[in-house]
């Protein structure tokens, strides 16, 4: 459990950087006690106040990287002739109810691999729930075949993101949510 004195409570209007997800929290104090934190310098270029998307951050002195989800999912097939990103159907298409469209995903099963991209949403909640493990994961119908020999199917795979996308996301809760992110 972490604990936050008043000092610390103070400090935290100073400047407070957050990494992953709440879990490590670096705090700077400049001010002594029972004073106002000291008011931080303007930068001189007006663009530097914008911190980039994705900055690596350093605690305890070394760089610390968000690490991407990954576990074990049910895989269904599916092909559609259009997609929520607007791209086509191809190979490559994976939908997720659960990661933003354009995300990277390297899919194992019995030991063979494929990567893929988000590009469309699914499987419906109805479809997530009645797998186990949830069916997190909808590969085209190509990928399945290459992947298991049958263009349709439902296997038990292991996912890894390899590159979150940018991209909307259909759901922000549901059966399997918690294994799709990681949290």
């Given at each position: 459990m972490i604990t936050f004195s008043t000092?610390?409570?103070?400090?935290?209007?100073?400047?407070?950087?957050v990494i992953?997800?709440?879990?490590t929290t670096a705090l700077s104090y400049d001010a002594a006690p029972n004073q106002a934190p000291a008011k931080a310098a303007a930068p001189a270029d007006p663009a530097a106040k914008i911190a980039p998307a994705d900055?690596?951050?350093?605690?305890?002195g070394k760089i610390v990287k968000k690490r991407l989800p990954e576990g074990v999912?049910?895989?269904t097939s599916f092909w559609?002739?259009?997609?929520a990103s607007g791209r086509p159907?191809?190979?490559?298409?994976?939908a997720s109810p659960y990661w933003p469209l354009g995300t990277t995903v390297k899919i194992t099963y019995q030991g063979k691999s494929v990567q893929g991209v988000v590009e469309d949403f699914g499987p419906a909640e109805w479809a997530v729930a009645q797998h186990t493990?949830?069916?997190?994961?909808?590969?085209s119908e190509k990928m399945m075949r290459d992947l298991t020999g049958q263009a349709s199917n439902s296997v038990t795979v292991k996912f890894e993101v390899m590159k979150l996308g940018k991209g909307d996301v259909y759901r922000h809760s549901g059966t399997g949510?918690?294994?799709?992110?990681g949290t």
């Open positions: 000092k610390t409570i103070v400090a935290a209007t100073a400047g407070v950087t992953a997800a709440g879990v900055p690596p951050a350093a605690v305890h999912s049910t895989a559609d002739p259009a997609t159907m191809s190979y490559h298409t994976i493990p949830p069916a997190l994961v909808d590969l949510y918690d294994e799709a992110t």
